[in-house]
């Protein structure tokens, strides 16, 4: 049993704790407090020590930090703690007073049990910081890292102002030819190619002096296009002999735990770069974000974990078969570059230190081999199934889910939630119930028509601008996907929205569009529990769709065309082309395509296809076509068969091995070759055993052992 506490601070919201308290699973009335977190904190100890180690949920992330501490100092407190907002997200809004049943869908939510803990990633950092930048710049910075941190500079040039006369840290100049990993373990690879060796260097400046080209600053590296070799600097470094005109490129790498990159252009520019790498072009000086970055990097010393984002399967991945690429679609689509392609070991590979835990790669993967872990489909599942079906039962209408990242999305929500509360806007509409999550683009297709066939009748994900373009690109393409779905069922209206908007006022604006928007949905809700498999929750979703859609009312409903891409479909042969050699069974990842043991038949099961390409890749005559679509009809889930043909026969015990066209177009292309001439062209009728048959019976053949 979950103890609910609720707390309207200075009487601002319109709550009604009858109501609440019947919509909750408990239907216990709910008492309402006003100053939980200052007077009334005596109810708060009794529930967490009162309850028997049940949950408690507190309707109040304001004060979350002040209810943590006291629970820790409250003797016998064994409860657990969940925190939720009802606040921002409802109870400041201009429809407050109707938004009871998104309330209690809220507080139901924040009482369902934590998922299960996932793997975790772990990172080791000895404080080896590596700095590239103009040496006065990088120089500079060191300066604010040093007493934390082992500071190497990597040059790139004197700057401005070049090198201070004292060497405090050690330096490094030449040509970066590489810069790759992650937290704890960067490897840096770089040519030495200039006469100065820093290392010797002891900055004594006689070069500069020495030299009538100029061409030596206060980097302490020779401006090759300026020096004309006269050697002057060389009899002026004297003793120390930091300068070798004649000394050959040298290739050197080092390793390092962090990098700071104050380059005008970044040594990795991704979008997600790996965790460890900053950029800030032009150094710390004058930089608002300076100082941030000098504190996140002081922090990055010992040993840290994060979640481990995703599982694979790579039975379940359609990624390659046999060395040929069919579905790419997870390695185009990652910011992170963290996913690569073994085709040759038909599979990708993921890295989970480079993983940033976007889920846009299980979002767009067809199959399901890569499934998010960051909570697992089920607890995801459970969560919308719990919102849904509690805000209709407390008689809310329509109800539209907002996914939004835990960050960017949620800070949106809450600056909404203000100026909704100081009557500059209208705040998040009753029927809209905010969904966080880590990142937005880590839900897809399964669990949002999962979302229609609970009830709800739209799915709308915030981007705040802080996502790569190609995430918001896929969203949008499955969103079309799904919408096509729907469409074609005969639900009419938009029930798939992305919404952009980077302040409170767009994302008030769009909020109050979807008011407009009308949707049909099913007059029944579903009731199953999303899988683990993400192809069995999206037929779970289908069939529960299909069974109400008013476009299947008709004895023959016609197949329900989808835009390309689409993880569903058929496939179109010809016939004139295929041979049935059958390597489009091989390749198939999905068995949507299967042979006949008793008869040269190629079948396909419709249900099974995931469109990923694999058999028009590996056919050998070109013969196949993808044809996106969803077939509703029972047909969809039986075998059908594309092409046959009859049996070539052996010429010489009559047995069936093959087929007539096949035979016969290996019989033309060969036909004309020297080695299949005479009785060896007719030994290519045969099947394997008279050919060897044949072969030994001939008279007129050299045999091997006659050699």
């Given at each position: ?23 909750l ?12 977190c ?36 409250t003797?016998?407190a ?11 997200t ?6 407050a ?7 209690a ?20 950092s ?15 910075a ?13 040059s790139?040039?004197?700057g401005?102002q070049?090198?201070?006369?004292e060497r405090?840290?050690?330096?490094m ?9 992650w ?7 770089w ?8 290392d010797l ?17 206060f ?5 090759a296009s ?16 930091a300068?070798?005109l004649?000394?050959?490129?040298q ?41 941030q970055?000098v504190?996140?990097l002081?922090?990055?010393?010992g040993e ?25 679609a997870?390695?185009?689509v ?19 230190n480079l993983?940033?835990?976007c ?13 998010y ?11 919308l ?6 805000y ?8 539209a ?5 835990e ?24 029927n ?6 880590f ?6 297709i ?9 009830g ?15 995430y ?24 798939f ?8 006022a ?14 049909q ?15 069995a ?21 016609a ?15 010809d ?19 299967q ?27 070109d013969a196949?076509?993808?044809?996106p ?13 594309l092409?046959?043909a ?12 093959g ?12 036909a ?6 005479g ?7 045969m099947?394997?055993?008279c ?5 030994y019976?001939?008279?007129?053949e ?6």
């Amino acid at each position: 049993m979950t103890t609910t506490l609720i707390c309207d601070c200075n009487k601002t919201m319109p709550l009604e704790p009858k109501t609440l308290g019947a919509a909750l699973p408990d239907k216990r009335e709910l008492p309402l407090h006003t100053t939980l977190c200052r007077r009334e904190a005596p109810a708060f100890q009794r529930a967490i020590t009162g309850s028997g180690g049940d949950e408690v949920v507190v309707a109040c992330t304001q004060e979350q930090r002040l209810f943590t501490e006291l629970a820790e100092q409250t003797p016998g407190a064994t409860s657990p703690i969940r925190f939720v907002n009802i606040r921002e997200t409802g109870g400041w809004s201009r429809d407050a007073r109707t938004a009871m049943p998104k309330i209690a869908a809220l507080l139901a939510a924040a009482g369902l049990p934590d998922p299960e803990p996932v793997a975790t990633v772990s990172y080791k950092s000895q404080g080896r910081l590596l700095v590239i930048g103009p040496l006065d710049q990088a120089e500079q910075a060191a300066s604010l890292l040093a007493d934390s941190l082992q500071v190497s500079i990597f040059s790139t040039g004197p700057g401005a102002q070049g090198g201070a006369q004292e060497r405090r840290f050690p330096v490094m100049a030449g040509r970066i030819e590489s810069l790759a990993g992650w937290l704890g373990a960067f490897k840096l690879g770089w040519t030495q190619d200039n006469p100065i060796d820093l290392d010797l260097c002891t900055r004594c400046n006689a070069c500069i002096a020495a030299c009538p080209e100029q061409a030596i600053g206060f980097d302490y590296q020779i401006d090759a296009s300026r020096c004309t070799s006269h050697a002057d600097c060389v009899k002026a470094c004297g003793v120390a002999g930091a300068i070798d005109l004649q000394r050959e490129p040298q290739l050197h790498g080092a390793e390092f735990d962090l990098v700071l990159d104050l380059g005008a252009t970044a040594r990795i520019d991704w979008h997600a770069p790996p965790q460890g790498y900053f950029h800030v072009a032009g150094g710390l000086a004058g930089r608002p974000d300076a100082l941030q970055t000098v504190l996140r990097l002081r922090e990055m010393v010992g040993e840290f974990e994060k979640p481990k984002f995703f599982d694979y399967k790579q039975k379940l991945c359609a990624h390659s078969r046999n060395e040929q690429v069919g579905c790419n679609a997870c390695v185009e689509v990652c910011s992170a570059h963290a996913i690569r392609s073994e085709k040759e070991r038909q599979r990708i590979v993921v890295n989970p230190n480079l993983c940033v835990g976007c889920g846009a790669c299980t979002t767009v993967c067809p199959t399901g081999a890569l499934a998010y872990s960051y909570p697992r489909a089920p607890d995801q599942g459970l969560k919308l199934r719990t919102l849904l079906t509690t805000y209709l039962q407390a008689g809310g209408r329509e109800p539209a889910l907002l996914l939004h990242s835990e960050e960017g999305g949620r800070a949106l929500v809450e600056q909404l939630g203000r100026q909704a509360q100081l009557g500059k806007a209208q705040g998040v509409p009753a029927n809209v119930i905010p969904v966080g999550l880590f990142h937005s683009a880590s839900t897809g297709i399964d669990l949002w028509l999962s979302a229609i066939a609970f009830g709800g009748a739209q799915v709308a994900v915030l981007f705040t601008g802080e996502e790569a373009p190609q995430y918001r690109a896929a969203i949008a393409h499955q969103m079309e996907i799904a919408q096509a779905l729907l469409r074609g069922l005969g639900y009419t209206g938009t029930h798939f929205v992305a919404i952009d908007a980077i302040g409170p006022a767009q994302l008030d604006a769009a909020l109050v569009a979807l008011r407009g928007a009308r949707q049909q949905v099913p007059l029944n809700v579903a009731r199953f529990a999303v899988g683990a498999e993400k192809r069995a929750t999206l037929e779970m979703a289908l069939d529960h769709l299909m069974d109400a859609a008013p476009a299947l009312k008709t004895p023959q409903p016609a197949a329900i065309p989808l835009p390309a891409g689409a993880p569903l479909g058929a496939i179109e042969v010809d016939k004139d082309k295929c041979t049935l050699c059958l390597a489009c069974v091989s390749a198939c990842p999905a068995s949507a395509l299967q042979d006949n043991p008793n008869a040269p038949q190629l079948r396909f099961i419709e249900k099974n296809c995931v469109q990923c390409g694999l058999c028009a890749t590996t056919c050998p005559e070109d013969a196949i076509a993808l044809v996106p679509r969803l077939l509703p009809t029972p047909e969809r889930a039986q075998p059908v068969v594309l092409n046959e043909a009859r049996p070539w026969t052996c010429i010489r015990c009559s047995k069936p091995f093959g087929t007539q066209k096949a035979i016969e177009a290996m019989l033309g292309k060969l036909a004309g070759h020297a080695m299949f001439q005479g009785e060896a062209l007719e030994r290519l009728k045969m099947c394997g055993d008279c050919r060897v048959i044949d072969l030994y019976a001939a008279t007129n053949e050299v045999k091997i052992t006659e050699l």
